[in-house]
């Protein structure tokens, strides 16, 4: 899984491929309709396509002389259960920072702001 993870977050890594994903999710669509927009050729597409393809992001089909291009969303699937599992390890360790603070604000041992400061006369022996 993290051999496939690697591969998906390297391929999402570049700007021009994340737009890619983005226009897919939208529709299916040709190599020549993906590359419209950009300023580059045809083959650089292609090239952005086989790394998303060897990720897993995305599928060709043959439909008659089209080959659209599909974007794989079980991938995002695997993708947010990884990140879910890690936000959730997070939010478990704030939780038990705010409780520890909160423990620390309202203990007994708690002092006033400013209690630490020692005054003048304090410091003085009398």
């Known amino acids: ?11 999402l890594a570049d700007p021009t ?11 299916d669509a040709t190599v020549s309709e993906l590359a419209a927009p950009y300023d580059v050729s ?11 393809e060897d990720a ?7 439909e008659a002389q089209k080959r659209p291009v599909h974007l ?3 991938v995002f699937d695997l993708m947010t259960k990884w990140i879910e599992r890690y936000r959730k390890r997070a939010e478990e360790r704030y939780q038990r920072l705010d409780a520890l603070l909160a423990e ?17 006369q304090e410091g003085k022996a009398s």
């Open 56 to 62: 897993g992001l995305v599928s060709r089909t043959r």
């Open 17 to 27: 491929r994340r737009d890619i994903v983005a226009r897919l999710a939208v529709s």
């Open 72 to 74: 794989e969303t079980e």
């Open 104 to 120: 620390m604000n309202d203990g007994p041992a708690a002092s006033e702001p400013g209690d630490d400061i020692e005054t003048p």
């Open 1 to 11: 899984m993290a051999d496939e993870l690697s591969k998906v977050f390297a391929a």
């Open 42 to 52: 045809i083959q650089a597409v292609s090239k952005h396509l086989k790394v998303l």
